[in-house]
């Protein structure tokens, strides 16, 4: 009888405090990309990453015209080059075809570097402040709305993009 009793104690404690946890639990919701558009001093950004993007594309330009330029020169001789020298220029034309892929490569991973590096003291920011007002409201879960992924947000949900804007103060 007492291990019956016990059982049933420990059952109505556990369904207590999931019952208490859940009671808990408040969802919120901000689209973060959206937020740190409208941040103030994401509106510097936008220009250092296109001026520091154009510096390879100025490249890949010159890059391009140099083999389009040997290109036309191959077709318009190759008629009267030796198979040596149409092999030797045709190599050419892959190395530097395959340079300026290699190029263009690694430029984009730079370009994806530096706008990471400009934009993570405005997300952090962005996320402090996300943080602040979640403590502020009580909220456990905050999730980001501006992903992909279709987003379900359950009745409770807060949307807190209005009180981030605020203390981040963004009108």
Do not use: C, H, W
């Given at each position: 009888?007492?291990?019956?009793?016990?059982?049933?104690?420990?059952?109505?404690?556990?369904?207590?405090?999931?019952?208490?946890?859940?009671?808990?639990?408040?969802?919120?919701?901000?689209?973060?990309?959206?937020?740190?558009?409208?941040?103030?001093?994401?509106?510097?950004?936008?220009?250092?990453?296109?001026?520091?993007?154009?510096?390879?594309?100025?490249?890949?330009?010159?890059?391009?015209?140099?083999?389009?330029?040997?290109?036309?020169?191959?077709?318009?001789?190759?008629?009267?080059?030796?198979?040596?020298?149409?092999?030797?220029?045709?190599?050419?034309?892959?190395?530097?075809?395959?340079?300026?892929?290699?190029?263009?490569?690694?430029a984009q991973q730079q370009v994806d570097?530096?706008?990471?590096?400009?934009?993570?003291?405005?997300?952090?920011?962005?996320?402090?402040?996300?943080?602040?007002?979640?403590?502020?409201?009580?909220?456990?879960?905050?999730?980001?709305?501006?992903?992909?992924?279709?987003?379900?947000?359950?009745?409770?949900?807060?949307?807190?993009?209005?009180?981030?804007?605020?203390?981040?103060?963004?009108?």
């Amino acid at each position: 009888m007492r291990k019956v009793f016990k059982i049933t104690l420990i059952a109505l404690s556990l369904l207590f405090i999931g019952t208490f946890s859940r009671a808990q639990t408040k969802i919120g919701y901000v689209n973060f990309q959206a937020l740190i558009g409208q941040m103030p001093e994401a509106k510097t950004i936008k220009p250092q990453i296109d001026a520091y993007q154009k510096q390879f594309v100025d490249q890949l330009t010159t890059m391009n015209n140099e083999l389009q330029t040997k290109g036309k020169a191959f077709q318009a001789q190759s008629a009267t080059m030796t198979e040596a020298v149409r092999t030797t220029k045709q190599t050419e034309l892959q190395d530097l075809q395959k340079r300026m892929q290699d190029y263009q490569a690694n430029a984009q991973q730079q370009v994806d570097a530096k706008s990471n590096e400009l934009v993570k003291p405005l997300s952090d920011k962005a996320r402090a402040a996300v943080n602040d007002v979640a403590k502020e409201k009580g909220i456990t879960y905050v999730l980001d709305s501006s992903q992909g992924t279709p987003l379900l947000v359950s009745a409770d949900g807060t949307d807190l993009m209005e009180s981030v804007k605020a203390k981040l103060g963004i009108k």
